[in-house]
């Protein structure tokens, strides 16, 4: 089977602009979460879908928002991007939440 | 009290030693724990889960569980240089509904081997 893919996997964006991240999960895989990291701040979860549902949520601000397809295909968003919002975003999927496999993961830099 | 944790680190071990990765959790219902290996600049990679009590082997890695003190390890026998990196434990807790769908990270223990 083909792993997660993740697109694009380099951004450079502006402050003040939004941005578009998709990842496609293994075949099979219902669940899709997505993680911010930094440098020194470890894995933090933003969001996780299920079967086009949202089913868990992380402590982040409204600017992140996400949304899956009827294919599993998943979709984050961010919106008035601030220079804090530099990190490797990262999707993982799973067939029912618990064991994920991780993308490669989104490298943004906001300027 | 964080739901999931671990030492930073860096342990630092010799090559050829056993490495110990220790992690607690403090949800007493949960049930899934897994390992997860990410090399810098990578993304997490799985390397072990377990489910039950005692120990579970996988070449050179063993997981080991105990519910009862609340507590996960994994060791790493014959350690290498290659097997530097940073060793995320993950523990199945409950999401928004109040079941257990979530998977909570822990910050990682940083592990170098040296030569």
């Known amino acids: 089977k083909a792993g997660v893919t993740q697109t694009p996997r380099y951004l450079i964006k502006t402050r003040g602009q939004q941005v578009t991240l998709s990842c496609s999960p293994i075949?099979?895989?219902?669940?899709v979460s997505w993680y911010q990291q930094t440098p020194g701040q470890g894995l933090q979860f933003l969001f996780e879908?299920?079967?086009?549902?949202?089913?868990n949520k992380g402590n982040f601000p409204g600017r992140f928002s996400g949304r899956q397809f009827s294919n599993s295909r998943s979709e984050m968003n961010v919106s008035t991007l601030e220079l804090g919002d530099s990190a490797l975003y990262l999707c993982?999927?799973?067939?029912?939440?618990?064991?994920?496999?991780f993308g490669p993961g989104t490298r943004l830099t906001v300027l | 009290q964080k739901e999931v944790e671990q030492n930073s680190g860096p342990l630092s071990v010799p090559e050829g030693a056993i490495a110990s990765l220790n992690c607690t959790y403090s949800?007493?219902?949960?049930?899934?724990f897994f390992w997860y290996r990410q090399y810098s600049g990578k993304s997490p990679e799985l390397i072990m889960f377990?489910?039950?009590?005692g120990d579970k082997e996988d070449g050179r890695f063993t997981a080991q569980l105990n519910k009862a003190s609340q507590y996960v390890s994994l060791l790493i026998r014959d350690s290498q240089p290659s097997d530097s990196a940073t060793y995320l434990c993950?523990?199945?807790?409950?999401?928004?509904?109040?079941?257990?769908?979530?998977?909570?990270f822990g910050a990682g223990t940083r592990l170098a081997v040296h030569p």
């Open positions: 993982a999927s799973s067939s029912t939440g618990d064991t994920q496999y």
């Open positions: 075949s099979g895989h219902r669940s």
């Open positions: 879908y299920f079967s086009e549902t949202q089913r």
């Open positions: 949800d007493r219902g949960s049930q899934s």
């Open positions: 377990i489910y039950s009590n």
């Open positions: 993950a523990v199945v807790g409950k999401g928004f509904s109040g079941g257990y769908n979530k998977l909570i």
